[in-house]
């Protein structure tokens, strides 16, 4: 099975300030045939289910603001918010889509400072 | 709109079954693969289960292989999870997951319907 980690576990940020969030596969999720990343980010609010914010590690979904970027390849991954606004308060999860079981990162918590 | 709507959760006790059903509307069910992902209370999100497009083809996470079953019904708009031999590490909030065509990209979640495992 393909190991998540993310990094940190938990951040605080001021607002408007940046946040950033790594994610790191234990092995490639690079499709060569594609040279797609099978990486997606997700965001989950309190009391709700994940809502999908990042997916081909770069690629932000339909009406994802665009302080929302993802960067990253092979194994390397980084979620960015580039002036953290109060509603961005969340967990963010990575995951790797490239193969089954499908699997997910632990999950960093994104608070204000 | 995309709609899920997931039921069958409830409280049953170790070595028990329950049966989840996810009905989707809003989008053509028959064009898209689907998934279980579940959320113990308190942690992270862990893929269960995955089905096909047609249904011929599924997938399981290891924790769960051999006692849970996925299954769908496409005249019916339906996604199911039939849950034997539960156990305690079972209980967690059970999502239905729309994927993006094929893949195991989820792109819309239900609301989850919680299953506890507890005698």
């Known amino acids: 099975d393909i190991v998540m980690t993310q990094s940190p576990d938990s951040l605080a940020v001021s607002l408007g300030e940046r946040a950033t969030i790594n994610c790191k596969s234990s092995?490639?999720?690079?499709?060569?045939?594609?040279?797609?990343?099978?990486l997606a980010w997700y965001q989950q609010k309190p009391g709700q289910p994940p809502k999908l914010l990042i997916y081909?590690?770069?690629t932000r979904e339909s009406g994802v603001p665009d302080r929302f970027s993802g960067s990253g390849s092979g194994t390397d991954f980084t979620l960015t918010v580039s002036s953290l606004q109060a509603e961005d308060v969340a967990v963010y999860y990575c995951?790797?889509?490239?193969?089954?079981?499908?699997?997910f990162g632990q999950g960093t918590k994104l608070e204000i400072k | 709109e995309v709609q899920l709507l997931e039921s069958g959760g409830g409280m049953v006790q170790p070595g028990g079954s329950l049966r989840l059903s996810c009905a989707a509307s809003?989008?053509?069910?028959?064009?898209?693969?689907m998934s279980w992902v579940r959320q113990a209370p308190g942690k992270g999100l862990e893929w269960v289960s995955g089905?096909?497009?047609?249904?011929?083809?599924?997938y399981y996470a290891d924790s769960v292989k051999g006692r849970f079953t996925i299954s769908r019904d496409n005249s019916k708009n339906t996604l199911n999870l039939q849950m034997n031999s539960l156990r305690a590490e079972d209980t967690a909030l059970y999502y239905c997951?729309?994927?993006?065509?094929?893949?195991?990209?989820?792109?819309?979640w239900g609301q989850g319907t919680l299953v506890t495992v507890s005698s």
């Open positions: 809003g989008f053509n069910f028959n064009g898209y693969a």
């Open positions: 081909w590690a770069s």
């Open positions: 997951a729309k994927a993006v065509f094929s893949t195991g990209l989820f792109d819309n």
């Open positions: 089905i096909s497009v047609s249904g011929d083809t599924t």
């Open positions: 092995q490639s999720v690079l499709y060569s045939s594609n040279n797609k990343n099978y």
């Open positions: 995951q790797q889509y490239y193969t089954t079981p499908y699997t």
